[in-house]
């Protein structure tokens, strides 16, 4: 069983910072391509940003020079560094990391559970 865990959410202001971590364990013989989504409240889930195990980035356009998404390998752990943060940005975010199991012969996406990020003055 694989599980990808989220912390880091939470209230902050217009203009100001929040990290999220996202680390992924179980039965894990390498992790591939993680991301980062979000939700806002009655909208569609969007791609925020992805990495690639050798640390290849890509970012949606709304957080370009914003948000910086980065990895440790050792730890099965992704980061989002989120700066300059705007009330657009309220959303729920997800985590994806696509995982090759020990015991499976083919990798499959796996979602953490997803935190609450609110920017509000």
């Known amino acids: 069983q694989v599980q990808l865990v989220e912390s880091g959410g939470g209230l902050v202001q217009p203009g100001g910072s929040l990290r999220l971590s996202c680390a992924a364990s179980?039965?894990?013989?390498?992790?591939?391509?993680m991301g980062w989504y979000r939700q806002a409240l009655g909208k569609q889930r969007e791609l925020v940003a992805t990495?690639?195990?050798?640390?290849?980035?890509d970012y949606a356009d709304s957080v370009k020079g914003r948000f910086t998404i980065s990895r440790d390998n050792a730890k099965n752990t992704v980061y989002l560094q989120m700066n300059s943060l705007k009330a657009d940005d309220t959303a729920v975010y997800y985590c994806?990391?696509?995982?090759?199991?020990?015991?499976?012969?083919?990798?499959?996406?796996?979602w953490g559970q997803g935190t609450q990020v609110t920017v509000s003055s």
């Open positions: 994806k990391g696509n995982v090759f199991r020990l015991t499976a012969g083919f990798p499959r996406d796996y």
């Open positions: 179980g039965n894990i013989f390498r992790v591939n391509d």
């Open positions: 990495i690639t195990s050798g640390g290849v980035t």
